[in-house]
């Protein structure tokens, strides 16, 4: 299982690497009029036949780069056709198309996307949960109800639901959030147990893989898990930040998993509200009243736990205000079942290093300040962040931050510039160009040679190429819909010609498939076509 996920995230935008046929292009354009904006809702999901069937099943709509577009009403795609939404320039990623609420004909603000099938959004920012100036968040604008569907997020920016940003209806989800920034989440100025990450509920995911994505200012949990009858095959964080959480109940809950990995991740004052019984009443925890940074409720025989390269530390001001508060203390990073599992080797998983990050919105301690002096207050510190461009209007509720500067980086110097596994820097490194290494975007590589030989075939194929030094090499067979098919190799070769039969190909139905190659070299994408 772990190739799809190893592999598949080196080469999720091969569809705009290598044009797929058959698939159409939608540009959306912006209103030139920015207080008369385009709605999404009418074009998307009315973009269908008089029977009710979606014109073109494989269609990707683009919107344009520094535009803001409106939904009146959720977009709720079907199992037969993916829901497939970007920017119309992909490589500027400062000025995203951004996609807002408005209010129907009844006065009703929308969710804004409901999926009942696969889909991708790539460079996107959708300010979901927002209803005006003066008012609460809503929550759960964005809800996965596609049973072993398939969600992409990559280079988008997701803020202000008071539930998850992502929140899963369905099991067996394969969801892949990657290069994204999720902010803002909660319920402001009161105490309430909302404002999550992703948020699997009562319902378990065939894999979830969280890469370079930073996350801040959220009232809850990084990612909650609880309830679900079945395990969650497969979840791994690497190389994130986060930042300004809260901690209502915890940062990372588990739930029931056969793996997990956590890895090379930037966790900068998680859990602020420590450990206090007081506040733990909402949800329940794995090891009774206190809080813990990672729990797991169940463990299996063959469960499989990896923890390492972390970096987890709390400023000063954060420890002095909980010496300072006899109920309040430093909560530990694991619960009892995770510490069972890795024995003596616990310690060395994470450091505790004080970074500094160039340029992030300010602290929130003074709601963690507030609420302990009174949880009932109406008016407590509203830890949500806005662009300094709205100061001065009604959503300038005191927490202002100029987004144009916005930093997630730390000194090189520093010992987790140097302390992720691969030997790079911990964090979201790829929103920083003095810690980048770019691990998860190998360069193609034409040089490797690749070819299928017969193609088009209707049975076997030979996969050929060179290598020019050995080393790990994964193979992965996609169709035109980015689903995995199958994996003819994943191992080490040496250097030299290389030849990998591909015999599962005569079991598939006909037309085009691609072929990916990984290797330490870079990458290569080929097309194999089933007659």
Not at 44 to 57: C, E, F, H, S
Not at 178 to 194: A, D, E, K, M
Not at 196 to 219: E, Y
Not at 233 to 253: A, K, L, M, P, S
Request: hydrophobic share 35%; with cysteine.
């Amino acid at each position: 299982m772990q190739l799809f996920y190893r592999f598949s995230l080196t080469l999720l935008c091969l569809a705009f690497l290598v044009p797929a046929t058959g698939q159409t292009i939608v540009p959306i354009a912006g209103g030139s009029d920015p207080n008369d904006p385009t709605d999404i809702f009418p074009i998307i999901q009315g973009d269908t036949l008089a029977n009710g069937d979606r014109k073109d099943n494989n269609t990707i709509y683009t919107l344009e780069n520094g535009k803001t577009y409106i939904i009146s009403q959720e977009i709720v795609n079907k199992l037969d056709w993916p829901l497939q939404i970007q920017a119309a320039d992909l490589s500027n990623t400062e000025m995203k198309p951004k996609i807002r609420r408005i209010p129907n004909a009844a006065g009703d603000y929308r969710r804004v996307f409901w999926p009942e099938g696969d889909m991708t959004l790539r460079n996107i920012w959708v300010v979901s949960g927002e209803k005006d100036g003066g008012a609460q968040h809503d929550w759960g604008l964005i809800r996965l109800f596609g049973e072993n569907s398939r969600v992409v997020v990559d280079n988008c920016i997701i803020e202000k639901d008071r539930g998850g940003f992502l929140q899963v209806r369905a099991n067996g989800i394969r969801c892949f959030v990657t290069n994204s920034i999720l902010r803002n989440g909660g319920n402001r100025r009161i105490l309430q147990g909302n404002g999550r990450g992703i948020d699997a509920r009562d319902f378990f995911f065939d894999s979830l893989v969280v890469k370079q994505t930073i996350i801040h200012n959220i009232q809850d949990r990084v990612f909650r898990s609880q309830g679900a009858v079945f395990p969650h095959n497969y979840i791994e964080f690497d190389h994130n930040t986060v930042f300004n959480q809260v901690g209502r109940h915890g940062t990372f809950q588990f739930g029931r998993a056969k793996e997990v990995k956590v890895t090379n991740n930037m966790l900068s004052n998680p859990l602020m509200l420590g450990t206090s019984p007081i506040y733990t009443d909402e949800q329940s925890q794995p090891d009774g009243d206190e809080h813990k940074i990672f729990t797991i409720d169940t463990l299996f025989a063959d469960s499989e736990l990896e923890f390492a390269g972390n970096n987890i530390f709390y400023t000063q001001d954060v420890l002095d205000y909980w010496a300072s508060n006899d109920s309040v203390s430093q909560p530990d990073v694991y619960s009892k079942l995770i510490l069972d599992r890795l024995g003596e080797s616990a310690d060395t998983t994470y450091s505790q290093e004080v970074v500094e990050f160039e340029a992030v919105p300010m602290s929130i301690l003074q709601y963690v300040k507030d609420l302990y002096a009174d949880p009932t207050s109406t008016t407590m510190f509203d830890f949500i962040v806005e662009d300094v461009s709205l100061a001065g209007t009604p959503f300038d509720r005191g927490n202002i931050f100029d987004f144009s500067t916005f930093s997630p980086c730390y000194a090189n110097t520093a010992a987790s510039a140097t302390g992720a596994t691969d030997g790079g820097a911990i964090g979201a490194t790829n929103f920083c160009d003095n810690l980048s290494t770019d691990t998860y975007a190998p360069q193609i590589a034409l040089e490797l040679g690749l070819k299928a030989t017969p193609n088009p075939t209707n049975a076997s194929t030979i996969i050929s190429y060179e290598l020019i030094k050995g080393g790990r090499v994964a193979i992965a067979i996609y169709d035109l819909s980015g689903k995995l098919v199958s994996t003819p190799f994943d191992g080490v070769q040496q250097a030299g010609i290389q030849q990998v039969e591909f015999t599962q190909l005569a079991n598939l139905p006909s037309g085009m498939y691609f072929a990916n190659l990984l290797t330490e070299e870079g990458r290569m994408v080929t097309r194999i076509v089933k007659n």
